[in-house]
């Protein structure tokens, strides 16, 4: 297809007000709060003007990802609704120009802006959230607990981590089931009490810790003291400090590749809601972006108009429409971890919807 004069002039229109309604929904989303919070902490001496800035910053990454859908819709539906208002729609269409030749030009910046999405999600967004944490001084510091089980389910092994920090570990607990199994209960032989840890790809290694040897009747026997000891050697070292650093995080500060190991290995440990819901997670990384598209068609689409009919009408669609996208995630999210969806109908509902509703108007507006 041969770019034209008017491919230019479309493409240059629609990308002014996308790029003005995405700085727009940026500082609107910054200005009330993040910004007066931001404000009173250098006031404070919390923050330098520096680190302030920085701050913002890296606060955008976050902000952009859910601007582009919203400023390519806003953007394409102001373009058509103006050149509805003005009749240079009416002339494209006197001089033959087919619909889908008229919107050409949107759907090329849509990929562009899709691809900015995409990345954005895989590598801006979890580069920002780690430079957050480091500039406010706080990492994923919680419990973890993991139960190894042998291959009748039975518990062998329970490690409880009170605390850690990377590879370091605090206050750890090691379970050592008993072989005799009661019809109720799977009985305890020893308790490891660890002062501390550290965790290495092929093993972890405790220091500083008491033993409490425990009969079959659930008694204790002695309590002795090791200075240091090691558990969980080789490959499923490496796995479950990996499951532990993420268990912590949101999907949003994991990129692509490290998301998808992370959920292969929720799999391996049958750890069934974490998988679906960072399935889920996963899946709406590829969906996300492509909504961007449909929502440039949909703003051509309802840009669409008679000279005298309400431009009102439209923009509420609009913003009805990205109202309900954003409102509803955290609902499929939800029945993706449940198991009421599978996660790919979850991250895929959203997308076909508005794929119909693109359909829809098409035809209402018979164009």
């Not at 910054?30 to 007066?36: C, D, G, K, Q, S």
């Not at 405790?206 to 090691?230: A, P």
């Amino acid at each position: 297809m041969k770019i034209t004069i008017y491919d230019k002039y479309i493409f240059k229109q629609v990308a002014v007000t996308t790029f003005v309604a995405i700085l727009l929904f940026t500082v609107v989303w910054i200005a009330p709060e993040m910004l007066l919070n931001t404000i009173k902490k250098i006031l404070a001496g919390e923050y330098t003007l520096k680190m302030g800035a920085a701050f913002l910053t890296y606060q955008l990454p976050l902000i952009l990802g859910k601007a582009f859908p919203v400023g390519l819709l806003l953007g394409s539906l102001f373009t058509f609704d103006k050149l509805s208002k003005d009749s240079e729609l009416t002339i494209f269409r006197a001089v033959g120009l087919p619909f889908k030749r008229i919107i050409a030009p949107v759907v090329v910046l849509s990929l562009i802006v899709t691809w900015l999405c995409f990345l954005t999600y895989d590598k801006l967004i979890p580069i920002s959230q780690q430079k957050l944490m480091n500039m406010q001084c706080r990492n994923p510091v919680s419990q973890y607990i993991y139960t190894q089980k042998d291959e009748n389910s039975r518990p062998v092994m329970s490690v409880i981590v009170s605390r850690y920090d990377n590879y370091i570990m605090n206050d750890v607990i090691v379970l050592d089931f008993s072989k005799k199994i009661y019809e109720d209960v799977h009985g305890i032989s020893q308790i490891y009490v660890a002062e501390y840890g550290n965790r290495f790809k092929d093993k972890w290694v405790l220091h500083n810790i008491l033993v409490y040897n425990i009969t079959q009747e659930g008694i204790f026997q002695s309590i002795g003291h090791k200075d240091s000891m090691e558990i969980m050697h080789g490959k499923i070292a490496d796995d479950i400090g990996i499951l532990m650093a993420n268990s912590n995080k949101k999907d949003r500060e994991i990129t692509n590749k490290d998301l998808k190991h992370y959920i292969g290995l929720l799999k391996e440990q049958k750890m069934e809601e974490p998988y679906r819901l960072m399935l889920n997670k996963y899946y709406q990384r590829f969906f996300h972006p492509f909504v961007c598209i449909l929502l440039a068609v949909m703003g051509c689409l309802l840009g669409f108009s008679k000279p005298r009919e309400q431009r009102l009408i439209g923009f509420t669609i609009a913003i009805g429409a990205i109202f309900i996208y954003y409102i509803t995630l955290p609902f499929f999210d939800l029945l993706a971890e449940k198991g009421v969806l599978p996660p790919i109908i979850a991250a895929a509902f959203p997308p076909v919807s508005f794929l119909a509703a693109c359909i829809a108007f098409y035809k209402s507006k018979d164009i």
